[in-house]
């Protein structure tokens, strides 16, 4: 499988500012997605980072609170905007390749707005 | 859309038992179930799946049971140890878009 990396690791934010989340893979993936996972709850997706083209979001997110980029195969920006303490979670990256259904997880961003 | 049940929420047994948790899903043309072990602090890991086309599918000490006509599906770890505690999350799917809707999770504690 992948290896998939994120930065950072764990932040600590101020309400109202904002803060950009990477996933890094070591090798060209089709199909990247982001999760978030509340304090001991379960994993909710947040849209699919599509390459070239603007991400597909789940019902209940924004692009204005949660924009994505995804400039290659390799790599994928979340950012968190505009911040809140209901937005302390861990958000996590994952990747899959098109006709395999296997899909890996990065090991996660802790997050926690103040 | 799809949903994902996941019981028990917290299960304990002693090193050398077995562990089951249970999933049931809504969605009948769901056709790909995996299974998840997270550990405190690291992401979710892929420990087993299985398709709609068979039943059950085992890799050592776990193994992963299906029942497309009642809609649920079982983990089973055998000769549990210290180092199966861990959350436990399945999962479902349909389609090639590789859409994943969890359950809720299990907390398995293994005990010496």
């Known amino acids: 499988s992948a290896v998939i990396s994120q930065k950072p690791s764990r932040d600590i934010c101020q309400r109202g500012t904002s803060l950009t989340i990477q996933c890094q893979v070591d090798?060209?993936?089709?199909?990247m997605f982001w999760y978030r996972q509340q304090p001991g709850q379960s994993l909710t997706l947040i849209a699919t980072?599509?390459?070239?083209?603007?991400?597909?979001?789940e019902s209940g997110f924004v692009i204005d609170k949660f924009p994505i980029s995804r400039p290659n195969l390799t790599f994928s920006t979340l950012t968190v905007s505009n911040m809140s303490p209901e937005d302390s979670s861990i958000y996590l990256c994952?990747?899959?390749?098109?006709?395999?259904?296997?899909?890996?997880f990065g090991p996660g961003t802790r997050l926690t707005v103040t | 859309g799809e949903n994902v049940e996941q019981h028990p929420s917290t299960l304990s047994v002693q090193e050398g038992d077995s562990a089951v948790i249970k999933c049931t899903y809504s969605?009948?043309?769901?056709?790909?179930f995996p299974w998840y072990k997270q550990e405190l602090g690291k992401g979710p890991q892929l420990i087993i799946d299985?398709?709609?086309?068979?039943g059950e599918k085992k890799d050592q000490r776990i193994a992963v049971t299906l029942n497309k006509t009642a809609k649920h599906f079982s983990l089973h770890i055998t000769e549990t140890q210290p180092e199966d505690s861990a959350v436990y999350f399945c999962?479902?799917?349909?389609?090639?878009?590789?859409?994943?809707?969890f359950g809720t999770g299990t907390r398995l504690q293994v005990t010496l």
């Open positions: 994952s990747v899959g390749s098109s006709g395999v259904r296997e899909q890996y």
């Open positions: 090798s060209q993936v089709t199909m």
């Open positions: 980072a599509n390459q070239g083209s603007e991400a597909t979001y």
């Open positions: 969605d009948s043309a769901s056709n790909y």
């Open positions: 299985i398709r709609s086309n068979v």
């Open positions: 999962a479902a799917s349909s389609g090639t878009a590789s859409k994943l809707t």
